[in-house]
């Protein structure tokens, strides 16, 4: 009898050694595979007018409040001011980090960058020219999924394939 209970022990522990390790196995399989890329994601949009040259600036849900504005230094992309990339039927490719609650301010990029200091908020509020500039907006995924962002999606646009796009607005 003892033997059998020292087998049995003997048994139970080796299963529960080999569950743990199959189990960890699993787990760090499982989390490789699902890893999140990050980066910026490609938004594109169509406005009401041409606010192409102006700074945008991103608005509470309620549009009473700035939550996120450029300093003066910071409306550069790659070098350049960080003007939209015009893509076809009126759309543009946003290269500043808009969003569904962008405003315009009367202000132009080379005006902008030309300030001696970054405005306050609430002066920044007092020169929004549009606070609901958006027609549309789509998700187009991550900026680094493209080889070449302004021919693929131009393509996408010219055949009306908005079928891989999350509609934001």
């Keep these: 009898m003892r033997q059998f209970i ?41 406005t009401r007018e041409d606010y192409s040259k102006l700074v945008p600036v991103i608005l509470s849900d309620d549009k009473k409040t700035i939550e996120s504005y450029p300093d003066v230094k910071d409306i550069y992309f790659n070098g350049s001011l960080a003007y939209p990339t015009q893509l076809h039927k009126g759309y543009w490719l946003d290269n500043r980090g808009i969003g569904e609650n962008v405003a315009f301010l009367k202000l132009t990029y080379e005006e902008y960058s030309k300030l001696s200091k970054t405005p306050s908020p609430e002066e920044l509020m007092k020169m929004i020219l549009d606070a609901d500039p ?25 055949t009306d394939d908005f079928s891989t796009f999350l509609k934001i607005k």
């Design 134 to 158: 958006i027609v549309i907006m789509y998700n187009c995924g991550l900026r680094s999924s493209y080889q070449n962002i302004g021919k693929e999606l131009n393509t996408k646009l010219d």
């Design 6 to 46: 020292l087998l049995s022990s003997a048994f139970l522990f080796t299963f529960v050694i080999l569950s743990c390790g199959s189990v960890k196995k699993a787990e760090n399989m499982k989390s490789s595979q699902n890893v999140l890329v990050p980066g910026p994601k490609a938004i594109i949009y169509l």
